[in-house]
């Protein structure tokens, strides 16, 4: 999985939030700053070159990313870490960033909580989120295709986790409440570039939690099939561009 999201999602569909957000990181000018939900390294490498004299701690829950990661981007300091439970000091970095990745915590006030206690006082939370599935091209045509491969059941990871948190004003409530000052919310969108629907779909299909819920429901390659057919037909033939939202907060600790 993580090879799959790395060639074919992360630049299509995550490189250009990395960017941004490592850039809005940058311009915080951190000294010591910590990644959640790293995954293969996307954000972490942009961070590097946007923020030079940082030191970057990037961690994920999941192993086998860590593994990637680290290979990856060796520049980095990688912890295989549970987000609701950093092993860091208090007051350890001034600087937490995490790019899609707070909605995949079980408890995200355990979470927000843990972030605070790792930032110096006054230090800055920087996050992103996914907005409504609606809202970004690639995303809402995959879901469309797995409907129709799977009429009576189709897999509902990506309505219900990575835009399952797509409500600016949860998110914001949930910082407030777990001590977060506001400092800024944003609505983004910017345009994801593949080179072609069946890049996209076999990303989504082979590097997310997808591929299981798929391969649980029956013939994978046929069912790869139908998705590619009906990603083409709604994104176009050949290469292939969408937009993307998303919302970004900055936050004080």
Not at 129 to 147: D, I, K, M, N, R
Not at 201 to 225: H, N, S, Y
Request: with cysteine.
């Amino acid at each position: 999985m993580p090879a799959a999201y790395d060639q074919y999602l992360v630049p299509v569909v995550f490189r250009p939030f990395a960017e941004d957000l490592a850039a809005r990181a940058a311009a915080l000018r951190p000294r010591r700053i910590l990644e959640l939900a790293a995954g293969t390294g996307t954000l972490t490498s942009s961070l590097l070159k946007a923020a030079a004299s940082a030191e970057v701690t990037a961690t994920d829950l999941n192993e086998a990313m860590v593994a990637f990661g680290a290979a990856r981007v060796p520049d980095a300091v990688w912890r295989q870490t549970d987000a609701q439970s950093l092993p860091f000091p208090d007051g350890g970095f001034d600087l937490v960033v995490c790019q899609f990745g707070v909605m995949f915590f079980p408890d995200r006030h355990a979470a927000f909580a843990e972030v605070r206690r790792v930032l110096a006082p006054g230090g800055r939370f920087l996050l992103n989120t996914w907005g409504p599935l609606g809202t970004h091209a690639f995303g809402a045509a995959l879901q469309e295709a797995l409907e129709r491969a799977f009429p009576s059941d189709p897999p509902q990871f990506l309505p219900t986790v990575p835009h399952g948190y797509s409500d600016p004003a949860v998110v914001s409530a949930e910082l407030t409440a777990a001590g977060f000052a506001l400092e800024e919310e944003r609505e983004l969108t910017l345009e994801g570039r593949a080179a072609s629907a069946a890049d996209v779909a076999t990303g989504f299909l082979t590097g997310t939690p997808v591929r299981a819920a798929v391969e649980e429901r029956g013939d994978a390659p046929t069912i790869r099939a139908t998705v590619i057919e009906e990603m083409t037909a709604r994104l176009g033939p050949g290469p292939v561009a969408a937009p993307m939202t998303a919302y970004v907060f900055c936050a004080t600790s």
